[in-house]
């Protein structure tokens, strides 16, 4: 029952629906609890829908940060990124 749980890229190997579904059944475990805190690294963006804060790093420092919807509204490295990611979830799929 920690406070603060750090997950280092838990979908790799999940194929992208499988992967999103898991995230939300995650996420609201977590809305129950409000005392946790999850950092997630990723490079599976689609996962983060419904996460609360997104924080981009480059080089080791905070490049970008904001929710889902802030950060796809707009050109940012993050909606760059999204987009790179999901090409990437497509060819896969083929």
């Known amino acids: 029952e920690a406070e603060i749980l750090l997950v280092d890229?838990?979908?790799v190997s999940m194929e992208p629906e499988?992967?999103?579904r898991v995230?939300?059944?995650?996420?609201?475990?977590?809305a129950q609890s409000k005392e946790r805190t999850i950092i997630l690294a990723t490079q599976k963006l689609s996962v983060l829908v419904g996460v609360e804060q997104i924080v981009v790093l480059r080089n080791g420092t905070i490049f970008e940060q904001g929710d889902y919807k802030t950060?796809?509204?707009m050109p940012t490295?993050?909606?760059?990124?999204?987009?790179?990611?999901r090409k990437k979830d497509a060819e896969q799929a083929l």
């Open 18 to 20: 499988r992967s999103e």
């Open 9 to 11: 890229d838990p979908f």
């Open 23 to 30: 995230m939300e059944q995650c996420l609201k475990a977590v």
């Open 71 to 73: 950060l796809t509204s």
């Open 77 to 85: 490295e993050f909606s760059r990124m999204l987009l790179i990611s």
